[in-house]
């Protein structure tokens, strides 16, 4: 069942105040949650992996193409899974969410993009 516009409110008010009080808690728990949840993707993948790679071989063996063809969409999916889990994420900081509560500030931007956009208007700025 899903929160109510209300209690989704009071429940991002509460994650504000937790993220203000303590980051370092906050930081620790977000690094849990994020190594349990990247080991468990790249065990996933891997075998997905080996998974493709035998219904390839079971279909080359038997002459059922479409069995090679499922086991390379299998492989190739795995692969884009890991990579996805091993990818840095651009998240948002403990630090940009405390600015984020202060009024007048926006929080900055962070990833590469956006700094690639900041270097490029600091050199027109500069000409």
Do not use: W
């Amino acid at each position: 069942m899903p929160l109510s516009e209300h209690e989704q409110r009071l429940l991002d008010q509460i994650e504000q105040a937790l993220y203000a009080e303590d980051p370092k808690f906050v930081s620790s728990v977000r690094s849990v949650r994020a190594r349990s949840h990247l080991r468990r993707s790249i065990v996933l993948a891997v075998v997905g992996v080996i998974l493709g790679l035998g219904l390839v071989l079971i279909g080359l063996i038997s002459n059922l193409i479409v069995l090679s063809v499922v086991g390379f969409v299998l492989v190739v999916g795995s692969c884009g899974l890991c990579v996805k889990a091993i990818r840095p994420r651009a998240s948002i900081s403990v630090a940009s969410v405390a600015e984020a509560g202060r009024p007048g500030k926006a929080p900055r931007p962070t990833g590469l993009r956006s700094r690639m956009e900041e270097r490029l208007r600091k050199r027109f700025d500069e000409n």
